[in-house]
């Protein structure tokens, strides 16, 4: 039903593969439990406890919870006072059926991808760039870090009046230069552009902060052999940087889908998914459903919100093969 | 998969199972600590004015109120959208605020839900309040709550532009002079007119004049007077009256236009009233007018005084004391004016018009009136309003023609 619930879902996903390494090593010594006195093992389920007893209550139960209203029929009334009836899978036939289910897929793809693709491209050749150590590197690196910074109230508010068909500072400069006022929000072929440039803005300071702290890991004597070797910088580049560089960036991409994927607060403030559902994804169909309307819609709106935990988790099991497979290999 | 690992989540299961026991015993243990407070203690009080303060008059009103009823008032402030939520949520986890006060087509949702109790149960006097006003929190011939304070909607206008480009407020009465008007403001220089058309309530409540001033009604979205609404402000928009930003505009955004002093009429509520006297122009206000003449019906806005469902049915007569309190005449007046709403009842409307005449427009609008939850509509309101905004948004941004729009929003509302 909510955002906080996908979360926990998707970032357990990469973590998933913790408790599989202890297995491998320990497993020997493990299976000789009979032969060890009692005591100890209850105090190893007494320091267990703590943990599972918070993953269950802020993990596992409202996960519960959501998959739970995602397939009842909940009403107004049902839902305060108890009694939905079972439903099964109608939320999500009713959720797929809905004339919005197409073109919020769409959105959400397209967001993401997009977004996802110039984050990474612009956090990339910025921490690169950064990598040099002139002077006023760190100032100005400093500097990039303030889109993060800004609570995203404040800079999806800024970018709406940025991008205010009558007002904005965007059409006034576009208008000096002759080029006629865009409805950047108004219109439904601009809205979902306007937020994606917005949340690139937002997304390149992640980028850039976990790639810089990448290319500090690649040692130096490498591109010395490199450059010894012959390599112009631009095959440094593809030959030394981005084949070391690229578990960082399995892991900066991989998070940054997951952030993408639930991006809410940015196209509600500056679009509320609008003008006729042409910025809408499922975060914010999500949100609509179950709180955007007088009359909340409590069953199809966790049921949307589900579809995304589902499409996250698939992409960290993808992110978690790939990653065995390179430990393998 | 291990032996070790399968008793791992039988085990994490069974602790899931108690966490998920032991939160539902720890929230009706609270309700019922709460309770058992009974007429003395803390007094919750849920409103939608966050932008007041701990320092303003409602707050001090508030607080004084609770003492008169011998308790502590602890008061929240959500935004309105939040708090419909915020309560729902309360009320399944079983500890609602004991006075809600709500925004009036929320009261007849709530009420379904069982969240509120009726005026039979909680003994609010509702006899002074007008009928149109207090239609609005009715569901089932109960009514479930008391209006603090009536809003509405009308069109405010900049003197000075109306001025220079020769259009005396008195002779717009009906679309066509409205129209009229606009286009001599835009010959010269000016811009015309601003509303919000936003994809939310906000976009159905400025829209409603419109379309009742059409004659259409609720129940029929895709009637020819209801595209004959549509297409007066899509005609607007395409001949440049109203700015493309009506589509994406809250009512305050909206407002902002009309105080840079560029726009010749805004529509808006009285409670910009306050702000209209800083705007450093002179304004003056109109009563939307109808298809063909006359005064609009608007609908109304403003909050209801609510006392929601509780366990401990005790806490009634405390609350009850405290909705008194608050909406007895003379506090009305003072909440009203804080509020800059219309009071909602004749007495204290005088007693209004008495210290501003210029209230005299607002206070007629307020009669002509309408609940948007009227009509018997009740719950079924929320979901025609969504229709009916989706439909404006698409005929205003041209991806739909207005009938095509509505054709399309009441095959959904049904």
């Known amino acids: 039903m909510n955002t906080t619930a996908q979360m926990p879902d998707a970032s357990a996903a990469p973590g998933g593969d913790g408790p599989a390494k202890p297995r491998r090593d320990p497993a020997g010594t493990g299976r000789g439990t009979p032969r060890r006195p009692r005591s100890p093992q209850w105090a190893a389920w007494g320091f267990l406890a703590p943990v599972v007893a918070y993953l269950g209550l802020f993990y596992a139960y409202p996960l519960y919870r959501n998959i739970d209203l995602s397939l009842r029929d909940y009403t107004v009334r049902s839902f305060v006072q108890g009694g939905a009836p079972f439903t099964g899978l109608g939320n999500y036939r009713t959720v797929f059926r809905d004339p919005t289910f197409a073109p919020a897929l769409e959105h959400t793809v397209v967001f993401t991808a997009v977004s996802l693709l110039f984050q990474y491209a612009a956090g990339l050749a910025l921490a690169v760039f950064f990598s040099q150590h002139f002077r006023l590197s760190t100032t100005l690196r400093a500097l990039f870090l303030v889109p993060w910074l800004l609570p995203l109230i404040v800079s999806a508010s800024t970018w709406s009046w940025m991008l205010n068909s009558d007002s904005g500072i965007v059409n006034s400069t576009l208008g000096w230069a002759g080029i006629g006022p865009v409805n950047w929000l108004t219109s439904p072929s601009w809205s979902l552009a306007s937020v994606i440039i917005a949340n690139i803005w937002i997304g390149i300071p992640f980028n850039l902060v976990l790639l810089h702290s990448g290319l500090q890991a690649i040692p130096a004597t490498l591109y010395e052999a490199a450059a010894l070797d012959g390599a112009n910088a631009w095959q440094r580049f593809w030959k030394v940087t981005f084949p070391l560089l690229r578990p960082v960036s399995a892991v900066t991409l991989l998070l940054g889908l997951v952030y993408t994927l639930k991006v809410f607060d940015i196209i509600w403030i500056m679009t509320k998914g609008g003008p006729s559902d042409s910025s809408t994804t499922f975060a914010t169909w999500s949100y609509r459903l179950g709180f955007g309307t007088l009359l909340p819609q409590f069953g199809p709106g966790a049921a949307v919100g589900n579809i995304l935990v589902v499409i996250a988790l698939a992409f960290g099991l993808v992110y978690i093969r790939a990653q065995r497979k390179q430990m393998s290999s | ?196 058309a936003i994809g939310t309530e906000e976009g159905s409540f400025q829209f409603l004049p419109w379309f009742w001033g059409a004659g259409a009604q609720l129940t029929d979205l895709a009637s020819a007077r209801a595209v004959s609404a549509v297409t007066l402000w899509k005609d607007w928009l395409k001949k440049g009256y109203a700015p493309n930003s009506v589509i994406n505009n809250t009512q305050t955004t909206s407002w902002q236009e009309f105080a840079t002093g560029q726009y010749a009429f805004a529509e808006n509520g009285t409670w910009q009233l306050a702000n209209a006297k800083k705007a450093g122009f002179g304004y003056g206000t109109i009563a939307i007018p109808a298809a063909s003449g006359g005064t609009a019906p608007a609908p109304t806005g403003g909050e209801f005084v609510t006392v929601p469902t509780q366990k401990d049915t005790g806490r009634y007569s405390t609350s009850d004391a405290i909705v008194s309190c608050l909406t007895d005449a003379k506090n009305l007046l003072a909440t009203d004016t804080t509020l800059s709403y219309v009071a909602p009842t004749t007495a204290v409307q005088d007693q209004q018009v008495a210290a501003d005449p210029a209230l005299k427009v607002w206070v007629q609008a307020v009669h002509a009136a309408k609940g948007r939850t009227s009509d018997n509509l009740g719950t079924k309101y929320p979901k025609i309003s969504e229709q009916l905004w989706d439909a404006v948004q698409a005929a205003l941004t041209g991806s739909k023609s207005p009938k095509d729009a509505l054709s399309a929003a009441q095959s959904a509302a049904r």
């Open chain 2, 1 to 196: 998969m291990s032996r070790t690992t399968r008793r791992r989540i039988a085990l994490s299961l069974a602790v899931v199972v108690a966490a998920s026991t032991a939160a539902a015993c720890g929230s009706s243990s609270s309700g019922g600590s709460s309770g058992s407070a009974g007429g003395s203690g803390t007094y919750t009080v849920w409103d939608p004015y966050p932008q007041f303060d701990g320092s303003s008059d409602w707050a001090k009103l508030l607080d004084s109120c609770g003492t008169r009823a011998g308790v502590k008032i602890k008061r929240t402030a959500f935004d309105t959208t939040d708090l419909t939520n915020k309560t729902l949520l309360a009320a399944q986890q079983g500890n609602p605020p004991d006075v809600l006060v709500v925004d009036n087509p929320v009261v007849s949702t709530l009420a379904d839900a069982g969240v509120l109790t009726s005026t039979a149960e909680n003994k609010i006097d509702t006899s002074q309040v007008e009928p149109n006003l207090l239609a609005a929190g009715q569901l089932g011939g109960k009514s479930y709550g008391i209006p603090i304070g009536a809003n509405t909607l009308a069109l405010y206008y900049n003197k000075d532009i109306l001025k220079a480009a020769g259009v005396a407020p008195a002779s717009i009465t009906d679309w066509a002079s409205l129209t009229a008007a606009l286009a001599k403001v835009k010959a010269a220089g000016k811009k015309g007119i601003t509303f919000s």
